[in-house]
């Protein structure tokens, strides 16, 4: 992610501000990937913390205008937990945006969320024809880390989880190309075996012992479709990941020299995945200097590499498939 020039003073911007350090609001324009200091405001501004523009006065921003159901105020901490689920959306639709999807010059359609709070049942997550349906109550960190148990999830994150959710959707899309299905079943395999029965195995016997040769988790092992979505929410990771190093104004020495490199526009995948595998080896070093969880601990096999260059390629061509 970027760091951004404040337009009305000095010091940086982040993603998520609502106003500089100056006290002065601020709103985020993911068109022009900049901040601005006047209205029109998202107005989900007061209700749940949205710090993007709005087409106009009243209206929703681009972001909060996908969501389509949103979470019952009456369950305990769903607006909180709504609020800090619909900023890992903006960061995600961001990430995508510099890949051209889901922006005014996308011809396709764009996601269509229902945010749910879990009351007396479970709320279920996943995607079907374009909806993405997920569960607020995971921003809680106790819900996630219970979610993480019981899923064998160790990494599970709201901003992860929304990138393997909307990766799914990605797919509907792509799918749409004849093309594209003929090259993901030789890479992936057929998405056709039946699903339901493939996810039973999978959580009754778990995954095959040499899976770490073959996928980057244990989860993407249980069916293509759930291949595809890991091997996409991990490559927005890697991408993201050096971006914001980009960004912050740090180096490496396996970092691109000469000009001020782009993750995002960079083409060579083996180049990309090189650099982020090396940066998230120091950042976990990092990490464990404060006693925390490694942020990138993934294994990435000769396999993993290819898959990852297929689904470089095929999001990199954006939304047009160019």
Request: with cysteine; glycine share 6%.
């Amino acid at each position: 992610m970027l760091v951004f020039s404040n337009p009305v003073g000095a010091g940086p911007l982040w993603f998520n501000d609502l106003a500089t350090r100056e006290g002065t609001p601020v709103a985020y324009d993911p068109q022009a990937r900049a901040f601005l200091p006047m209205p029109p405001f998202c107005v989900n501004r007061e209700r749940i913390g949205c710090n993007w523009i709005a087409p106009e006065e009243g209206a929703f921003c681009r972001a909060c205008a996908m969501t389509a159901l949103a979470p019952d105020p009456e369950i305990p901490n769903a607006i909180e937990n709504w609020a800090e689920t619909e900023a890992a959306k903006r960061w995600v639709i961001d990430n995508l945006g510099r890949w051209h999807w889901f922006r005014p010059e996308d011809p396709g359609a764009s996601p269509v969320f229902h945010m749910l709070a879990d009351g007396h049942t479970l709320a279920a997550m996943g995607h079907g024809d374009g909806v993405v349906t997920i569960s607020v109550s995971e921003a809680d960190p106790v819900v996630r880390v219970t979610r993480r148990e019981a899923l064998d999830e160790p990494y599970r994150t709201i901003i992860g989880h929304l990138r393997h959710e909307i990766a799914h959707m990605l797919w509907w899309r792509l799918s749409l190309r004849e093309d594209f299905l003929v090259a993901f079943r030789e890479m992936f395999g057929d998405e056709r075996v039946d699903y339901t029965a493939a996810l039973k195995k999978h959580y009754e016997q778990g995954p095959g012992e040499d899976w770490e040769m073959f996928y980057l988790t244990s989860y993407a092992s249980a069916h293509p479709h759930e291949d595809w979505a890991e091997t996409v929410a991990h490559l927005i990771h890697l991408t993201d990941i050096t971006d914001s190093f980009v960004a912050t104004g740090l180096t490496s020495p396996e970092m691109p020299t000469g000009h001020k490199w782009d993750p995002y526009s960079e083409p060579d995948t083996a180049k990309l995945i090189h650099v982020a595998a090396s940066l998230a080896t120091g950042i976990n070093h990092v990490n464990r200097s404060m006693g925390l969880s490694e942020i990138y601990p993934f294994v990435l096999s000769e396999t993993a590499h290819r898959k990852l260059a297929f689904v470089h390629d095929w999001l990199r061509r954006g939304a047009q498939g160019r």
